[in-house]
């Protein structure tokens, strides 16, 4: 009789343990899809606007239509998801309907660009290493106030965090120029190193960009410990200049 109490205080207790990690699995597993189920719809809801960043990062052109797509989709995914990725990809969208939708006067709706800031802002309090939205920033902050030192410090940024696509290369200059009053030297130093090391893949853009005199001589004077680079330069800029005579 002993024994078989004894077993059968064992198989409670056996029965007890067992009932305790399934209600602990369940627990957890009900957590889990709990934990699972925002993500999944804002991939849902980020869908439809996927296939249009997908062609601008290509290169591709896209419409207006598309962008407000993308801008629409991203609202709605933030709004399960906190992913700064999608937040990024709303601030691109805000400011690519901004200057799609510019006035005659080629002034920008001051409301858009607010929320192009805030999203961009946003992605980057939780992504500080995006160096495209940090890009973005600097580029919507000059739009909105002109070369200030908000301005300036998210260029700086932008060249810290990382590389820029070939394509980008003019673009990123350009506006590098524009902000050169309002850079530090070590800013200067990594513009004028951004500048070489892009020459041998994009000389065709850093020609372009030297368009009045000012940046003409900050550019000699990036290119002048490079006497070779230096002189395809100048040769680049002579042939432009011939193609513009009449």
């Known amino acids: 009789a002993g024994r078989t109490i004894v077993a059968e205080k064992a198989a409670a207790h056996i029965s007890r343990r067992k009932w305790a990690t399934v209600v602990v699995a369940l627990a957890s597993a009900a957590g889990l899809l709990y934990l699972s189920i925002p993500r999944t719809v804002a991939a849902f809801f980020a869908l439809p606007g996927d296939s249009v960043f997908e062609r601008v990062q290509r290169g591709e052109a896209v419409s207006l239509e598309d962008v ?67 890009g973005r920033l600097a580029l919507l902050r000059y739009v909105m106030a002109g070369p200030t030192d908000a301005a300036a410090k998210a260029f700086g940024m932008a ?70 680079t230096l002189a395809s330069f100048e040769e680049l800029l002579a042939r432009r200049e011939k193609a513009r005579k009449p």
């Not at 290369?169 to 009053?181: E, I, N, S, T």
């Not at 951004?194 to 030297?210: C, G």
């Open 159 to 228: 060249l810290l965090t990382g590389p820029v696509r070939p394509k980008q290369v003019g673009y990123r200059l350009d506006l590098a120029f524009r902000l050169w009053p309002r850079l530090s030297p070590d800013d200067r130093d990594l513009v004028a190193r951004y500048a070489r090391i892009s020459w041998r893949y994009a000389y065709a853009q850093i020609v372009d960009t030297a368009n009045t005199p000012a940046r003409l001589g900050i550019i000699r004077a990036i290119y002048a410990p490079d006497p070779s």
């Open 68 to 134: 407000r797509t993308l801008a629409t989709s991203r609202q709605r995914a933030v709004l399960w998801a906190d992913w700064p990725s999608e937040w990024s990809d709303l601030g691109y969208a805000e400011h690519e309907i901004a200057y799609r939708e510019r006035g005659p006067d080629g002034r920008l709706d001051p409301k858009l660009l607010d929320r192009a800031v805030a999203a961009t802002e946003h992605a980057l309090a939780h992504a500080p290493l995006e160096s495209e939205a940090w």
